[in-house]
């Protein structure tokens, strides 16, 4: 016989977890305890739920098996539905345990007591409650839900006093973990004369790709579609890495700084094929010209009514169609590719910083020479963000790690956590605007116990930049609710025992820079800069 913790433990160990990520509470300490006796998964102490979620939420989207994080009732679970809609909507694989009160309280007015299943509804795929006699049941069929088609969140709920009631152990089948995703069997006949005859008729396609191509793991055949084509492809953002930046044909990140250059590329096109598209950072009908639309995913395009003069829905797995796709017998097209070189390297002069400058172009442009190609960057939501979307080199999409789904404030930190308990051997960098860093700051303690060498590069410039820029656009007061003057005259030399640096040139920041990639412990640089760079880098027209 084992107990309901034991068997808790010992199935997210089966199906692969190695961390699970929380607050303990009264309740909980008896899978903590369960954990710690149960070799090769860890129970990680974080200083907040919402860090929880999101360090469990990067864990699922580095490794594919389902992050796992725990919450106690209430505040608990609210403070950790932050991070659950972050997984939901960045499309991250996440299990999430709440408290919840047993049978007989569900329905009282009790202490802490709200219903969790209303809570998560609407951001999980699924939300549950276990029971002692098929726990092991739930999570396995909760992992399978969490990875396949779009992976997300799923809440289960544990009912309080249950964790130390003996149950007969069952042997997890760790296979329904891996549901057997749905295969399509290749185009009928109707699809490809459609899309043969849309294609033949383009002069000049372009190609776009999304979230769901990242999953998908179709990045070689995307290049051979584009070169058998001779057409240019445009990315979302959490798309980058799925296409060389150093390709002819490569056009640049949708929504991102300089989205006006990157639009002098597909406002020429008469076809948009949108392979694995997924909507939740960026709607066609937001940047798309008055073009007819071939949509690849495995469901249907999100697309308003009347937008969109065509569209025609290639529903299957994105593999199969994409070699269909590679068969046909299309011509090359029309596109002029000195056109797209000469927009390519304009974008690139642009986001270059000038000689003897220091500003946010610096802060990034620095850091990626330093950052190797093997290394990990997280960032947080803010002007910064729309830099590093057009101006970082980015090696795989799992190099570059962000939150454009769910663009929650506080990301990079958890973010950068967690990667760095995945790859240990990585050199990992978590860089964030100063509103992100007063977010998360506390998260730092976590970095210090847990030894992890991570270099925190903090933009500091007073102000939530982006908002500030938005405001300026309305013509409305650009500091009102956006100034922050946090900035000390004299900085302080460490976050909870972790260094920080100051730096306000460029010398000062490569040799902080130096010593960060050098030290065996996470250090914080703060790079003080204006914010006037941004101004005509960001927020730029997309039609």
Not at 92 to 117: C, G, K, S, Y
Not at 145 to 150: D, F, G, M, S
Not at 174 to 186: F, G, I, N, Q
Request: negative net charge; contains cysteine.
């Amino acid at each position: 016989m084992s107990t309901v913790a034991e068997i808790f433990a010992h199935t997210l160990k089966e199906i692969g977890v190695r961390y699970v990520f929380g607050v303990p509470s009264g309740n909980m300490i008896d899978y903590v305890e369960a954990l710690r006796k149960e070799d090769g998964i860890d129970f990680i102490l974080v200083g907040h739920e919402a860090t929880a979620a999101f360090m469990a939420g990067v864990c699922g989207r580095l490794t594919g098996v389902p992050g796992v994080c725990f919450a106690t009732f209430g505040p608990g679970a609210t403070n950790l539905s932050t991070g659950v809609g972050g997984a939901q909507l960045d499309r991250f694989p996440l299990l999430a345990f709440t408290d919840e009160m047993p049978d007989n309280l569900r329905n009282r007015t009790v202490q802490m007591n709200i219903d969790h299943e209303q809570l998560f509804f609407p951001i999980t795929k699924w939300t549950t409650r276990i029971t002692q006699e098929n726990i092991a049941e739930i999570i396995l069929k909760a992992a399978g839900i969490a990875t396949e088609n779009t992976p997300g969140a799923v809440h289960i709920g544990i009912p309080a006093g249950i964790g130390r009631n003996p149950v007969e152990k069952v042997k997890a089948e760790v296979d329904y973990l891996r549901l057997e995703k749905k295969r399509w069997s290749p185009l009928v006949a109707d699809q490809v004369t459609k899309i043969e005859k849309l294609l033949t008729k383009s002069k000049k396609p372009v190609l776009a790709l999304g979230l769901s191509a990242v999953h998908a793991q179709v990045g070689e055949q995307l290049v051979s579609l584009a070169e058998k084509l001779q057409v240019p492809v445009v990315l979302t953002p959490m798309a980058k890495g799925l296409f060389p930046e150093e390709h002819s044909l490569y056009g640049g990140v949708l929504f991102h700084a300089l989205s006006n250059h990157v639009a002098n590329v597909y406002s020429q096109a008469d076809l948009v094929i949108g392979i694995g598209y997924d909507p939740v950072e960026f709607n066609y009908e937001d940047w798309m010209p008055k073009v007819p639309l071939i949509h690849i995913d495995f469901k249907k395009a999100d697309v308003e009514t009347g937008q969109i003069p065509e569209v025609l829905n290639v529903v299957g797995t994105i593999d199969v169609a994409l070699n269909e796709l590679l068969q046909l017998m299309i011509p090359a097209k029309e596109w002029d590719l000195k056109f797209l070189e000469q927009n390519r390297k304009e974008i690139v002069k642009k986001l270059t910083p000038k000689p003897d400058s220091f500003g946010p172009l610096t802060v990034v442009d620095e850091l990626r020479k330093a950052l190797p190609d093997n290394g990990i960057l997280t960032v947080d939501v803010g002007a910064h963000l729309h830099l590093v979307g057009q101006q970082w080199r980015t090696p795989h999409p799992e190099k570059l790690l962000m939150t454009n789904g769910w663009s929650s404030m506080g990301f990079a930190i958890p973010a950068a956590l967690a990667a760095k308990l995945c790859n240990p051997d990585a050199p990992v960098v978590s860089l964030m605007g100063d509103g992100g860093f007063l977010m998360m700051v506390g998260e730092l303690a976590t970095a210090k116990r847990l030894n992890l060498n991570i270099v925190f590069v903090v933009i500091y410039d007073d102000s939530l930049s982006l908002i500030s820029i938005k405001q300026t656009k309305k013509n409305f007061d650009s500091g009102y609710g956006t100034d922050l003057n946090v900035m000390e005259d004299e900085p302080t030399n460490n976050y909870f025992g972790v260094p920080a640096v100051r730096v306000t040139n460029s010398e000062e920041y490569k040799t902080a820079l130096e010593k960060a990639f050098a030290a065996d412990d996470p250090l914080v640089i703060e790079a003080v800069v204006s914010r006037g760079e941004y101004d005509e880098l960001v927020l730029q027209p997309n039609k």
